[in-house]
C-alpha cells in the first residue's frame, strides 16, 4: 500500500486535474516557477541507465504523439512527477516535435531540467552528423542527451566510421550519449550486437507481454544487460493491428486497466531501465503516472490475466517479422510494415499519420491490390490473416 506521503491514484488524478488546469491556461499566464519539477509531489521511481550512468525515470514521454508547438501541458504534468525524459525524433509528428521541446524547455527557463533523447533516420555516418546538427538546431540547445540511430535494421551501419563520428561529436559535447532504436524482426541480433559494441550506452526497443516466453529475446536481452547496456522497452502495449479496441477482451482482475497493466508488467523486468508511452492525452499520462507511482506488484491474477489476454488475441498482433510472411509472396511489399501503419490507422486513432508514412514507401511496397496474400496467410506463426488486413489496408491508408 502507499505510505503517506506518497498519494493514492485517486490524489494523483485529482491533483493531475488541477495542475493540468493551471498549465491550460497558457503560457501568457501559467507561472514558469509552478512548470518545473515539483520536488512535493510523489515522484516517478528512477533506474540508471545501463553504461549512461544516469538515473532515469521508469516512465517516459513519448514524442511522437505530437506536441504543442507554444507550450505543451502535458510536458509541464509530467514534469511534476519526475517524468523529464522526452523521447524525441527528428521527423516525429511531421518534423515539430523538436521545436515544440525546444519551446518547452525555453519557456520554462530549464535544459537542465529535462533529459532529451533524439534520433537520426539517416544511418551512415555523414547523414547521421548532419542530421545531429539539425536535431540541435531544432531543438535550439547546445547538447542533446542521448542520440539514437532510429529504427535500426541493418547491423552494418554500427561500424567505425559511425564511432568516430560519436566520439567526435562527444568530445565537442554535441551529445552525451549514444544508442539506437530498433521494432524490427531482428531485434534479438542487434541487442547481442549492442552487447559487443562498447560504444553502444543504450536500446530502445520493441517489448512487451506478448514476448516473455521468447528464449531469443530473453537470451539477448540478458546478454545486453550484462554488457551494462541501457535497455528501454518501447511498444509496450502489444497493440492490435487493424481491429479497433481489440484491448476490451482484457478482463480486469486488479485495480489497474489493460494499458497500465501491460506498463506494470514491464517495469517488473529488472534488466529494464524504463518505458516510453505514447500519452496523447491528460487521461493516459495520468494514468500511467498513477501506475508507475505505485509500489506494488501485479498480482497472479492479474498475470494471469495478461497471459490469457494475450492467448486469446496473438493472431491479431503483428510481431514485425516481415522476413517470415514477406518473403512468402511474390511481390517486393512490406508487410510489417503496413500492418503498423494500420495499427497507428485504427488503434491509435491517427489515420494522416498512418496515410502519410504509407504514401513513404516505394510505390511497389505499396501495390498491394495485385499480390496474392494466401502464401503468407499460411507463412505467419500466429495465423494473423494478412490477406485481409493488406485489404484493409488499401482502403484506408492508400484510398
Not at 150 to 174: I, S, T
Not at 285 to 301: E, F, G, M, P, V
Request: glycine share 6%.
Amino acid at each position: 500500500m502507499p505510505s503517506n506521503k506518497e498519494l493514492t491514484r485517486r490524489d494523483v488524478l485529482a491533483l493531475g486535474s488541477s495542475a493540468a488546469s493551471a498549465a491550460l491556461l497558457g503560457p501568457a499566464l501559467a507561472p514558469a516557477a509552478a512548470l518545473a519539477q515539483d520536488k512535493t509531489m510523489p515522484q516517478v521511481a528512477r533506474r540508471t541507465l545501463g553504461k549512461t550512468g544516469k538515473k532515469v525515470p521508469i516512465l517516459l514521454l513519448g514524442g511522437a504523439v505530437g506536441f504543442d508547438l507554444r507550450f505543451d501541458p502535458k510536458i509541464a504534468e509530467a514534469l511534476r512527477f519526475g517524468v523529464n525524459y522526452i523521447d524525441a525524433a527528428d521527423c516525429y509528428n511531421g518534423g515539430t516535435c523538436e521545436p515544440a521541446v525546444a519551446s518547452f524547455h525555453k519557456r520554462i527557463r530549464g535544459r537542465d531540467k529535462l533529459w532529451i533523447t533524439s534520433k537520426s533516420d539517416e544511418h551512415d555516418p555523414r547523414g547521421f552528423e548532419a542530421t545531429l546538427g539539425t536535431s540541435l538546431k531544432k531543438l535550439e540547445t547546445s547538447y542533446i542527451d542521448l542520440y539514437f540511430l532510429h529504427n535500426l535494421e541493418d547491423p552494418k551501419y554500427l561500424n567505425e566510421d559511425l564511432r568516430k563520428v560519436v566520439a567526435r561529436a562527444k568530445q565537442a559535447g554535441r551529445l552525451r550519449h549514444f544508442g539506437f532504436s530498433c521494432h524490427s524482426s531482428n531485434v534479438p541480433e542487434l541487442l547481442q550486437l549492442a552487447a559487443k559494441t562498447p560504444w553502444v550506452e543504450a536500446v530502445m526497443f520493441r517489448y512487451n507481454f506478448r514476448k516473455y516466453g521468447d528464449k531469443e529475446l530473453n537470451r539477448a536481452i540478458d546478454a545486453a544487460y550484462k554488457a551494462n547496456v541501457g535497455l528501454i522497452a518501447m511498444k509496450t502495449q502489444g497493440s492490435e493491428a487493424g481491429i479497433r479496441d481489440a484491448w476490451k477482451k482484457f478482463q480486469k482482475k486488479g485495480k489497474w486497466t489493460k494499458h497500465q497493466a501491460v506498463l506494470k508488467a514491464v517495469w517488473a523486468d529488472r534488466r529494464i531501465a524504463a518505458a516510453v508511452s505514447h500519452m496523447d492525452n491528460f487521461e493516459k499520462l495520468r494514468q500511467n503516472i498513477a501506475a508507475a507511482l505505485d509500489k506494488q506488484s501485479l498480482t497472479q491474477a492479474e498475470w494471469q490475466e495478461l497471459d490469457r489476454y494475450a492467448a486469446a488475441t496473438r493472431s491479431l498482433a503483428c510481431d514485425g517479422c516481415d522476413h517470415i510472411c514477406g518473403s512468402a509472396v511474390a511481390a517486393p511489399v512490406r508487410i510489417a510494415d503496413t500492418m503498423r501503419f494500420v495499427m497507428y490507422h485504427d488503434v491509435y486513432g491517427e489515420p494522416e499519420k498512418a496515410r502519410a508514412l504509407f504514401a513513404k514507401l516505394p510505390a511497389q511496397a505499396r501495390n498491394l491490390a495485385q499480390v496474392d496474400f494466401a502464401p503468407a496467410n499460411r507463412a505467419c506463426p500466429y495465423g494473423i490473416d494478412v490477406a485481409a488486413h493488406m485489404k484493409r489496408a488499401l482502403h484506408v491508408l492508400a484510398g
